[in-house]
């Protein structure tokens, strides 16, 4: 595996589900991120983990629940989620974080239809 | 509180026909403009970083350039592959809670389509 994979591509989901996403990054990077991409909407930041530490929460609502085991994985953890919630979630690595100034590398990313 | 625009939203070109993207933008003192390039149902690829005024960059068909105010990214004889959607990101000195934690505004993206 190369660049930044993340699992599942497609995600289907009820309101009441429990699910999880997963990024994992295969370049050596110390910092990644999560994303949320909706139609005609710009990307949107919404945790940033640097040396595997949370140093961003971009006002996310608390049913989406970050975790960063260590600095190749990534995952968001979902429940009740609710229908606005449906979009593209992109995952982010980049060599470093903090003050630097470093071009992110993203991986395909995960559909998420909640119904 | 930092914004970016990008015009137009979308650009139809004929192979070969040369323009270019627009991306204007506020932010509280400039690190670094990134172009990344979107196909449908993949994630964005990373193209450019900009750091200064004046500066410019370029690869294969596509060049970015930096003013204080905007960027542009032009594309010289196009070709029906270029056909995507390209994404101007800014990263600011410093967000509003005093922290740049290598965050990056997004605009809302051209997408470009080249007709053979």
């Known amino acids: 595996e190369t660049g930044v994979t993340q699992t599942p591509r497609h995600l289907v989901m009820g309101m009441t589900n429990k699910k999880s996403l997963k990024c994992e990054q295969h370049l050596g990077h110390n910092a990644m991120y999560w994303y949320k991409q909706s139609a005609k909407k710009p990307l949107e930041l919404m945790f940033v983990?640097?040396?595997?530490?949370?140093?961003e929460n971009n006002s996310v609502p608390s049913r989406f629940s970050p975790e960063c085991p260590n600095s190749s994985h990534l995952f968001l953890h979902l429940h009740t989620l609710q229908p606005e919630d449906s979009a593209l979630y992109l995952c982010?690595?980049?060599?470093?974080?903090?003050?630097?100034?470093?071009?992110?590398?993203f991986g395909p990313g995960t559909r998420l239809t909640v119904t | 509180e930092d914004q970016v625009t990008q015009s137009p939203e979308a650009l139809r070109l004929q192979e070969g026909e040369s323009s270019s993207l627009n991306c204007s933008y506020t932010v509280s003192g400039l690190r670094g403009l990134f172009w990344y390039r979107q196909d449908p149902g993949k994630g964005p690829e990373f193209l450019f970083t900009?750091?200064?005024a004046g500066e410019e960059k370029e690869k294969e068909r596509l060049k970015a350039t930096l003013t204080k105010k905007e960027s542009f990214l032009h594309i010289t004889a196009p070709k029906p592959e270029d056909s995507a959607t390209y994404l101007c990101?800014?990263?600011?000195?410093?967000?509003?809670?005093?922290?740049?934690?290598?965050?990056?505004?997004f605009g809302q993206g051209t997408i470009l389509t080249v007709h053979p």
């Open positions: 990101a800014v990263r600011p000195r410093r967000d509003a809670g005093g922290t740049s934690y290598g965050k990056l505004t």
């Open positions: 982010a690595s980049s060599q470093g974080g903090g003050q630097g100034v470093w071009e992110q590398y």
């Open positions: 900009l750091y200064s």
């Open positions: 983990y640097n040396f595997k530490e949370q140093t």
